[in-house]
């Protein structure tokens, strides 16, 4: 049963900063994640600030330099079926088509997918574990099959749940944020906190922090994207495992790559040590062999999530034979 609260509409950014940052306050975009979180307890605010009566939050448009910039109150709906966006960033429109299911990605907002909490089943379920300020994870040694395989630190080992946190970092996208002490901009790889550095905090936003805008960079000559997903069922599910891309290539030169990794860690995991050992190479069996096992190299499996060290292995594999082959049908742009 949901609790009760106050429901708050603004009008006006101002307003919906001066209830947040009073405390005891969540933000309410599309309610996809915030309803559950509130009828499960793990969000206890008495006062809901609903957002979706700001204005220019919802557009998606082209910048000066060529990027994009996607308002936080976009659906991921919008995002998967725009032009620009298929055109721009073909994997950002396949992340999307990724999230759950057509009635969550036409109802689901993308700041939401950026902040939706995440769905350990200790945590969504009674136990105070530790990300509740408890004393405990009980995934460490429990049922951990789904848990994270890097940046756990054996403290918590939740995977950050968002399809499409992971493609926007590797396009190197900003957040745009407003809040009691003004505007600031946050890079989406920095907006995300590890459980060593805070294992109660999913993200950096400050109390009264509303993200207003996504900024996506211009896409560089020869830029490949895309994002796979594997998941336990056909149906709607978050991550087993996902690997987001965007290389730059020349040829079969890769002259930039990055490489995040989805259903990993508790944040979308940047896998530097196979960024490394593709960057500056020409794309063959042998450097994606070497690429797809540096990026399991530094893995730290739980008891029963061992499995998942293969799956990125073989994943990554695949997605850079698309990339040699041209099989993937996401042609580089030119
Ligand atoms: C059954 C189910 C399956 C799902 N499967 C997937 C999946 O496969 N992949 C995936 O990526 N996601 C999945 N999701 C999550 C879903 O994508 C999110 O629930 C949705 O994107 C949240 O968007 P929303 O607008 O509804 O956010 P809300 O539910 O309104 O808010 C979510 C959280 O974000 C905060 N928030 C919202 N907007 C902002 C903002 N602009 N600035 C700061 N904070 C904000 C809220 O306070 C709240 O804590 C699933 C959800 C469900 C219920
Ligand atoms: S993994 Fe994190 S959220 Fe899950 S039980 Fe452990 S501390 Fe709690």
């Given at each position: 049963?949901?609790?009760?609260?106050?429901?708050?509409?603004?009008?006006?950014?101002?307003?919906?900063?001066?209830?947040?940052?009073?405390?005891?306050?969540?933000?309410?975009?599309?309610?996809?994640?915030?309803?559950?979180?509130?009828?499960?307890?793990?969000?206890?605010?008495?006062?809901?600030?609903?957002?979706?009566?700001?204005?220019?939050?919802?557009?998606?448009?082209?910048?000066?330099?060529?990027?994009?910039?996607?308002?936080?109150?976009?659906?991921?709906?919008?995002?998967?079926?725009?032009?620009?966006?298929?055109?721009?960033?073909?994997?950002?429109?396949?992340?999307?088509?990724?999230?759950?299911?057509?009635?969550?990605?036409?109802?689901?907002?993308?700041?939401?997918?950026?902040?939706?909490?995440?769905?350990?089943?200790?945590?969504?379920?009674?136990?105070?574990?530790?990300?509740?300020?408890?004393?405990?994870?009980?995934?460490?040694?429990?049922?951990?099959?789904?848990?994270?395989?890097?940046?756990?630190?054996?403290?918590?080992?939740?995977?950050?749940?968002?399809?499409?946190?992971?493609?926007?970092?590797?396009?190197?996208?900003?957040?745009?944020?407003?809040?009691?002490?003004?505007?600031?901009?946050?890079?989406?790889?920095?907006?995300?906190?590890?459980?060593?550095?805070?294992?109660?905090?999913?993200?950096?936003?400050?109390?009264?922090?509303?993200?207003?805008?996504?900024?996506?960079?211009?896409?560089?000559?020869?830029?490949?994207?895309?994002?796979?997903?594997?998941?336990?069922?056909?149906?709607?599910?978050?991550?087993?495992?996902?690997?987001?891309?965007?290389?730059?290539?020349?040829?079969?030169?890769?002259?930039?790559?990055?490489?995040?990794?989805?259903?990993?860690?508790?944040?979308?995991?940047?896998?530097?040590?196979a960024e490394q050992a593709l960057t500056g190479k020409t794309l063959s069996s042998k450097t994606i062999d070497q690429t797809a096992r540096a990026a399991v190299a530094k893995a730290t499996p739980?008891?029963?999530?061992?499995?998942?060290?293969?799956?990125?292995?073989?994943?990554?594999?695949?997605?850079?034979?698309?990339?040699?082959?041209?099989?993937?049908?996401?042609?580089?742009?030119?």
């Amino acid at each position: 049963m949901l609790p009760q609260f106050s429901y708050i509409r603004p009008d006006t950014l101002d307003e919906a900063i001066s209830h947040l940052q009073k405390g005891d306050a969540a933000i309410h975009a599309g309610g996809t994640d915030l309803l559950g979180c509130l009828r499960e307890r793990t969000i206890t605010s008495s006062k809901i600030v609903s957002i979706t009566g700001l204005k220019d939050m919802a557009d998606i448009r082209e910048t000066t330099d060529g990027g994009v910039s996607i308002g936080a109150l976009a659906t991921i709906s919008d995002i998967g079926d725009n032009q620009l966006i298929s055109k721009k960033y073909p994997g950002l429109a396949r992340s999307a088509a990724e999230v759950a299911s057509p009635q969550l990605r036409n109802q689901g907002t993308l700041g939401g997918n950026l902040c939706q909490k995440p769905r350990c089943w200790y945590y969504r379920g009674e136990f105070h574990c530790l990300r509740k300020g408890g004393y405990q994870c009980f995934a460490m040694g429990g049922e951990n099959q789904f848990h994270a395989i890097f940046g756990h630190n054996q403290i918590c080992a939740i995977t950050h749940p968002s399809d499409m946190a992971p493609i926007l970092v590797a396009l190197g996208a900003t957040v745009k944020v407003a809040g009691p002490k003004g505007k600031r901009s946050i890079a989406v790889e920095d907006l995300y906190v590890l459980p060593a550095d805070d294992v109660q905090a999913e993200t950096v936003l400050n109390l009264g922090e509303i993200i207003t805008r996504i900024l996506i960079p211009a896409p560089p000559p020869g830029l490949y994207t895309s994002y796979r997903k594997i998941r336990a069922r056909r149906a709607w599910d978050f991550a087993l495992a996902g690997v987001a891309l965007a290389l730059v290539m020349n040829g079969n030169q890769v002259s930039r790559a990055h490489i995040i990794l989805s259903g990993a860690a508790p944040v979308p995991w940047r896998s530097t040590e196979a960024e490394q050992a593709l960057t500056g190479k020409t794309l063959s069996s042998k450097t994606i062999d070497q690429t797809a096992r540096a990026a399991v190299a530094k893995a730290t499996p739980l008891d029963k999530n061992g499995y998942k060290v293969d799956m990125f292995r073989g994943m990554l594999t695949e997605e850079l034979h698309k990339v040699l082959t041209g099989a993937h049908g996401e042609v580089p742009l030119r």
